[in-house]
């Protein structure tokens, strides 16, 4: 099946400190990968994503994400984080057997000041 | 985000209540979706529509009864509604659903949602 699955419910992290939110992936072939932000009573933004040649992915905002073949994870990163940050975060994969994109259940950012 | 607009932004219904949820797309875009976001689950894909067509449903129950009348617009009707159908239910559209049926890379752009509640 495809899916993404994002173990944290939740993370905190300190203004200026650099942040890190975790997607694992299982699909089968090449993955397209996404990651997407919601802020409070908005819609998801689409943040960046993953189709084919660098690894290294840069997206709006200051974001970046890592797609590691090996451990299958597309993880989602920022160098220093702000108190403007803090939203939920979504991973997703485009489900190349009918187009659909597949959303992880979410993870909860905190920046504090 | 005013590429994707949704009304009305709240909704609280009862049961026996016959309510409908609008979202447009101002992108040129030729897909559209209804996603329901529930607290801390995965998004919930209810239905596709490509080229104005139907083209997924994916066990959504017949309390929810989806109309696009053109690739610009999509409606959800609601029809006896559950308690439990209370959530935040998302619109979003793409350029990407080839007749062909390629899979496609590109992003989708979501509404602001539409709150709902079921009493």
């Known amino acids: 099946a495809q899916s993404v699955a994002q173990p944290e419910d939740q993370v905190n992290v300190a203004e200026g400190n650099p942040l890190t939110v975790k997607c694992t992936y299982s699909v089968s072939g090449n993955p397209y990968l996404f990651w997407y932000v919601q802020y409070p009573n908005r819609g998801l933004q689409f943040l960046l994503k993953y189709i084919t040649g660098d690894n290294l992915v840069k997206g709006s905002y200051g974001f970046e994400a890592e797609f590691n073949k090996s451990q299958t994870s597309f993880h989602l990163k920022k160098p220093s984080a702000l108190v403007s940050d803090s939203a939920l975060y979504f991973c997703a994969v485009r489900d190349k057997r009918n187009n659909d994109m597949r959303f992880g259940a979410g993870t909860r950012l905190t920046v504090k000041p | 985000e005013t590429g994707v607009t949704q009304t009305p932004r709240h909704l609280v219904m009862g049961m026996t209540n016959k309510k409908s949820l609008k979202c447009e797309q101002h992108?040129?875009?030729?897909?559209m979706y209804w996603y329901k976001q529930s607290a801390k689950k995965p998004l919930e894909l209810m239905f596709v529509y490509n080229f104005k067509e139907q083209t997924e449903n994916n066990s959504v129950p017949s309390r929810f009864s989806p109309e696009c009348p053109n690739s610009s617009h999509l409606f959800l009707h609601l029809h006896t509604l559950q308690p439990e159908d209370s959530a935040l239910y998302l619109c979003?559209?793409?350029?990407?659903?080839?007749?062909?049926?390629?899979?496609?890379?590109?992003?989708?752009?979501f509404g602001p949602g539409t709150r709902l509640t079921v009493l």
């Open positions: 979003a559209s793409s350029q990407d659903r080839s007749l062909a049926g390629a899979s496609s890379y590109n992003e989708q752009f």
């Open positions: 992108l040129g875009h030729n897909a």
